[in-house]
């Protein structure tokens, strides 16, 4: 069987929770085998409606409402071999790839992360993954009974919603981390942006943190994520959270919009999984063009507050 | 405190990535290699823990003969000395394997690696080797402070942030945050004469399996030319972005 991490954020199922549970569904069905979710703590939406990406059964673990690594990945990998799992599916979030490592060691099950597609064989597992921060797509098989997969989010997504209810059962399960999680500080109203389906990103183009509100304008009326370049979060403009690129975030949305950003090798490698790239820059020879789908070129302060208008002129 | 900083030698990030001709590796040629940047973050940390408390800083990596230069870098930067597994590793659940095996009694009171290599982009080596020690873990540790045995952390998670505490020993994967870009330090030249007389021993491995393997590795497919719009007609960027591309 396929077991599936389904994760949840204030009582929620998060977005890429419905793209792993699709995939482990498609592991199992390719096997002749059954898709079973694990959720841990309280879930407002019925587990049961997780049938609807295809799981069987969905068993939901109480006694734990908080993330630490080790209590669900010690939980999450006596259920694997207590049902004998083959695969265990979990989304590449920051929780998911908290657990990856610690649930392979446990499980003693090999591990293959960023993985972008279905299986091409599951004798042996073989999948395809990203490498070299995007540039680079590898081909890679795992020799062990079972294997942790860790999705890229965004990458694969959920597929359309049927009407299935999946079986459910409740399990009371002692959860002991290592570490004691304090405050959480995430900021209500914002898209994490692996989630962000579109981002909104802006460099020194910009000329100074006090610009930044055309760029978020632009962001809301997109329903968008914002991002920065490394130079723009090195020198304080933005928060790190935001930087994109190969030692940041790594995203993979339908929709990225790159504003005063030239483009450099590093920032290519973390948003290169974007479907769709539309870059702004007053420089013609920016580097990022021969990258792009789309491409304006002219000055940021006075293309933003006009597509802004433009979008939501046709949005509405 | 014994600080334990795992290493990894990656290509730099500005590196245009060939394969071989037979897609079965990286083409190294024309490559420099560097230590890996989320590693060079906790390295830096690991040396103001160092200064402002006590104690050693060792640097470990799982590599042939060739790594040796990127350790030595590493002990250039102000480490007090580097151990070499001596191999070639396969996968992420071996390499964990022989840290553990290695670092296991040598009484680290923290082991930092980074939370992930820019190379293979794992991800898995910090996780693995704090389950193999059984002691706790912290991912995407973007804050640490240390007061006896007592670790304050932050990590960085779906849009924020989450304050931690445990006890040493611990391992962390960290990344930028951990220290400031700016206060990463560039290797002086009594540095680099210091580190070429540094201890860097090599050790013999355990013999760790690897659990998966490389198959094959290719490069994306190049995208199509660019489709330039006038900036005074951005309705039609908008059209396109609905009608073409189907994103808005």
Redesign the interface.
């Known amino acids: 069987m396929v077991l599936i991490f389904a994760e949840t954020w204030n009582g929620q199922f998060k977005k890429s929770t419905f793209e792993a549970v699709r995939y482990g569904a498609e592991c199992a069905k390719a096997q002749g085998s059954q898709a079973i979710a694990v959720v841990v703590g309280s879930c407002e939406p019925l587990v049961e409606t997780l049938g609807a990406y295809g799981a069987a059964k969905v068993i939901h673990l109480k006694g734990s409402d908080r993330f630490e690594p080790h209590a669900y990945a010690t939980a999450l990998s006596a259920l694997a071999a207590e049902l004998g799992a083959t695969q265990i599916v979990l989304n590449g979030t920051a929780n998911g790839k908290s657990m990856a490592g610690l649930l392979a060691a446990m499980a003693q099950a090999g591990c293959i992360s960023n993985v972008t597609a279905l299986p091409s064989s599951f004798s042996p597992l073989t999948v395809q993954r990203s490498a070299f921060s995007s540039k680079g797509i590898e081909q890679c098989s795992s020799q062990t009974a079972c294997t942790v997969l860790v999705l890229v989010p965004n990458a694969l997504g959920t597929g359309p919603a049927g009407s299935d209810q999946a079986a459910a059962e409740d399990r009371n399960v002692a959860f002991v981390g290592k570490t004691t999680p304090g405050a959480a500080h995430v900021a209500s109203g914002k898209i994490p942006l692996p989630e962000a389906e579109r981002v909104v990103s802006a460099g020194r183009g910009m000329k100074g943190p006090d610009h930044w509100g055309m760029v978020e304008e632009l962001a809301a009326v997109l329903n968008a994520g914002t991002a920065c370049s490394k130079p723009v979060s090195d020198i304080g403009w933005r928060p790190h959270s935001e930087h994109v690129g190969q030692t940041g975030i790594q995203i993979n949305p339908q929709l990225y919009i790159a504003i005063g950003i030239s483009g450099a090798i590093q920032h290519l490698a973390g948003v290169s999984g974007s479907k769709t790239i539309v870059v702004i820059n007053n420089d013609p020879e920016a580097p990022f063009f021969k990258a792009a789908d789309y491409g304006v070129v002219g000055d940021a302060f006075d293309v933003i507050p006009r597509l802004t208008a433009a979008l939501k002129a046709h949005l509405n | 405190m014994k600080i334990l900083v795992c290493i990894s030698h990656v290509?730099d990030?500005?590196a245009?990535?060939q394969?071989t001709a037979n897609g079965a590796a990286?083409d190294p040629a024309g490559v420099q290699f560097v230590i890996n940047?989320?590693d060079e973050f906790g390295l830096t940390k690991a040396l103001q823990l160092k200064e402002s408390q006590g104690g050693t800083v060792t640097v470990v990596t799982y590599g042939d003969a060739s790594v040796e230069a990127t350790l030595r870098k590493a002990l250039a930067i102000g480490a007090d000395d580097a151990v070499r597994l001596d191999g070639v590793p396969t996968?992420?659940?071996q390499v964990?394997s022989e840290l553990a095996t290695y670092a296991d009694g040598q009484g680290y009171d923290l082991i930092i690696c980074g939370?992930e290599s820019?190379?293979?982009?794992?991800?898995?080596?910090?996780?693995?080797?704090?389950?193999?020690l059984d002691?706790?873990?912290?991912?995407?540790c973007?804050g640490l402070e240390i007061s006896g045995s007592n670790a304050t952390?932050l990590?960085?998670?779906?849009?924020?942030?989450?304050?931690?505490?445990?006890t040493l020993p611990?391992v962390i994967?960290g990344?930028?945050?951990l220290v400031?870009?700016?206060e990463l330090r560039i290797p002086n030249m009594r540095g680099i004469m210091t580190a070429r007389t540094k201890p860097l021993a090599v050790t013999a491995l355990a013999g760790a399996a690897?659990?998966?393997?490389?198959?094959?590795?290719?490069?994306?497919a190049p995208?199509?030319a660019?489709?330039?719009?006038?900036?005074s007609n951005?309705?039609e960027?908008?059209r396109?972005?609905?009608e073409e591309?189907k994103?808005?």
């Open positions: 290509p990030t500005t245009k990535i394969f990286l940047p989320y996968d992420a659940l964990a939370q820019i190379d293979y982009n794992g991800g898995i080596v910090p996780g693995a080797l704090a389950a193999k002691v706790p873990f912290v991912n995407a973007i952390l990590r960085e998670m779906d849009g924020g942030k989450e304050e931690l505490t445990a611990m994967g990344k930028k945050g400031e870009e700016s690897a659990t998966t393997s490389a198959l094959s590795f290719a490069k994306p995208k199509a660019v489709q330039l719009i006038d900036a951005l309705d960027l908008v396109r972005l609905h591309a994103v808005i």
